[in-house]
């Protein structure tokens, strides 16, 4: 049935194409069924650490994408992912915006300052280019500890975010509420997934890997070798900013540790853990990261035990749970191209 | 097609070049450039294709001083370059770079390079698994796509034979002839040049020694002395 599809698909519409429906199709079942599944089977306590992975996921899938389609790892989302909390935070309380007009506001000013940052570091070579989103990220954590900030951004207390009525349409309350909430970040994960996938695949993610590789030949062939770069650049903190709104309706609260450069580490290992060559590896690496921590915490060894699964994990797995087990299947014949 | 005026290119206190004129017609006629090791031969075709800004001097390119813009603006309009040291997409199948290329520059005719270049049977490979005398072929054809108008190449015959250096001449010369463009080559091997070259120019010690047909520059006593010696 499922192999007379795809042949049929095949014939019609070429390889890729069927590829491209088939994917969206899996795509869809995931993304129903992982949205209402959970809420049926696990407590809400599991549910507060899936969620809390998927947001991590999030950010280690704007991370991998930018690693493996444009070589560059940046180590700045944390400013983005706990900015997008004080900016919501501060233009409620402060400014007097509605919900919805706090997070669009917030949403235009961390794209203006991920445009102009990414303006001034995508021309720069891997090792600076990391140096520099970590030194930007560092400034803006310390920035918000500023005495003189203090009234906005509730020194090292971080401020308690009290959202009344509708975000985008959306009642605050559900976002409070752990079932509800789940559904929500899992279906944003997957559409995000779903277009960073997409995007790999377009000519903008051919032309990025082709600077990636060679990007002097790129500027002798005619092509602008910044303007995608920095759209790559872009998009990541996008993808930040959309996890960090998340997390702030969710938690009620931001705190200057969602800025801090542990979020940035944390988002690095969750990717590497996943793996960075596709969306689920991130996504899956969040996932085992956010349950792995409590385990560890249970024990009251975090870093610790953190340190050991980190290196066991790297060396059983060097591209990640999901590069790892691609490969496995793919030797052993699983994968029908194969044969 | 291409003026070069008074151009001089230093790295720090190097000077690499030294008030170069010259001047390039688009007659169809492969212009080789030749001169010792170190005689500003690359360092002249990063000036003209603006990989080096020259410390004084201008480029002039269909009459339009293009001495501040940028080398992706020169590709688009024309300029096209080939590299001493391979310069490819190795990760990349043959196919796919030139494609890449050709869709940037809207060149539907691909297949005419890949002919011309004779990459056929290495279309689905990755570059980087090709033998070495290949990717030089493919670094030509990448410089090809989009039929430019002033082709510049350095050393296209690096690490090929004498018989594949010819044949790749050859190649580079009908082509030139054909599609009636200007060309630049620079070359170690004096033979290849002086067999496909209408015009041929020595630099020595990044000065402009002359410049003449291969018979006047075979005969001249200086560029005798400076560079070919009795082997010529
Ligand atoms: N990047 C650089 N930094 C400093 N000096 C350089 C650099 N590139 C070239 N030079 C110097 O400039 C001079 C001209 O070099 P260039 O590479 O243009 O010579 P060439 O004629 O192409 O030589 P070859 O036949 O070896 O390719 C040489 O003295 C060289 O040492
Ligand atoms: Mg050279």
């Known amino acids: 049935m499922t192999d007379d599809f795809h042949a049929s698909a095949t014939a019609t519409f070429g390889g890729s194409t069927s590829r491209l429906s088939l994917a969206i199709v899996v795509g869809l079942i995931g993304l129903g069924a992982g949205a209402v599944v959970p809420t049926w089977l696990a407590s809400d306590f599991v549910l507060r650490l899936g969620s809390e992975g998927l947001l991590l996921g999030l950010l280690a899938l704007s991370v991998a994408f930018l690693m493996n389609q444009a070589g560059l790892v940046a180590l700045g989302v944390a400013s983005i992912y706990g900015g997008a909390g004080y900016l919501f935070a501060i233009g409620m309380s402060d400014w007097g915006l509605t919900p919805t007009a706090a997070l669009c506001v917030a949403f235009l000013i961390l794209l203006v300052y991920a445009t102009m940052l990414g303006a001034l570091i995508v021309r720069t070579k891997p090792l600076a280019f990391m140096m520099l989103t970590l030194a930007a990220g560092e400034m803006i954590s310390h920035a918000v500890l500023l005495e003189g900030l203090r009234d906005y951004t509730g020194g090292a207390d971080g401020l308690v975010v009290r959202t009344n009525g509708a975000v985008l349409g959306i009642d605050a309350a559900r976002f409070a509420d752990p079932a509800q909430f789940w559904s929500l970040a899992w279906g944003v994960s997957v559409l995000i997934g779903l277009a960073l996938w997409a995007i790999a695949r377009s000519r903008l993610g051919a032309v990025l890997r082709a600077i990636r590789e060679n990007e002097e030949r790129m500027r002798f062939s005619g092509f602008n070798t910044f303007l995608p770069r920095l759209i790559g650049y872009v998009l990541v903190n996008i993808v930040a900013a959309i996890a960090g709104f998340l997390h702030v309706l969710n938690a009620g609260f931001v705190s200057p540790e969602s800025l801090g450069l542990f979020v940035s580490t944390n988002t690095l290992v969750a990717a590497l853990i996943g793996g960075i060559s596709g969306s689920l590896g991130p996504i899956l690496g969040g996932l085992i990261f956010s349950f792995a921590q409590d385990e560890f915490g249970a024990r009251g060894l975090t870093q610790l035990l953190t340190g050991v699964a980190i290196v066991v994990f790297i060396v059983v797995f060097p591209r990640g749970v999901v590069g790892g087990l691609s490969g496995l299947s793919k030797r052993l014949g699983w994968r029908r191209e194969a044969s | ?232």
């Open chain 2, 1 to 232: 097609m291409l003026t070069i005026e008074k151009l001089s290119v230093s790295y720090g206190s190097v000077r690499a070049l030294t008030d170069v004129d010259l001047e390039i017609r688009g007659d169809g006629l492969l212009h080789g450039i030749i001169g010792p090791n170190g005689a500003g031969k690359s360092t002249l075709l990063d000036a003209i294709c603006g990989r080096r800004r020259p410390t004084s001097g201008r480029v002039r390119y269909c009459g339009e001083d293009i001495t501040r813009h940028s080398v992706s603006w020169r590709r688009r309009q024309g300029m096209a370059r080939s590299f001493q040291r391979t310069s490819i997409f190795q990760d990349l199948t043959v196919h796919e770079q030139l494609q890449l290329v050709a869709q940037h520059l809207g060149d539907g005719r691909v297949g005419d390079v890949i002919e011309v270049m004779d990459l056929g049977g290495y279309l689905d490979q990755k570059a980087g698994r090709i033998a070495y005398g290949v990717q030089r072929r493919v670094d030509v054809a990448l410089a090809l796509i989009g039929r430019p108008r002033l082709l510049l190449m350095d050393e296209p015959g690096a690490g090929l034979s004498a018989t594949e250096t010819l044949r790749l001449f050859e190649h580079v010369r009908d082509l030139v002839r054909e599609r009636r463009i200007a060309a630049v080559v620079v070359e170690h091997d004096v033979e290849a040049v002086f067999a496909c070259c209408g015009m041929v120019t020595v630099l020595d010690l990044g000065r402009h020694l002359a410049t003449g047909t291969p018979e006047a520059i075979r005969a001249d006593h200086r560029v005798v002395a400076a560079y070919l010696g009795t082997a010529a």
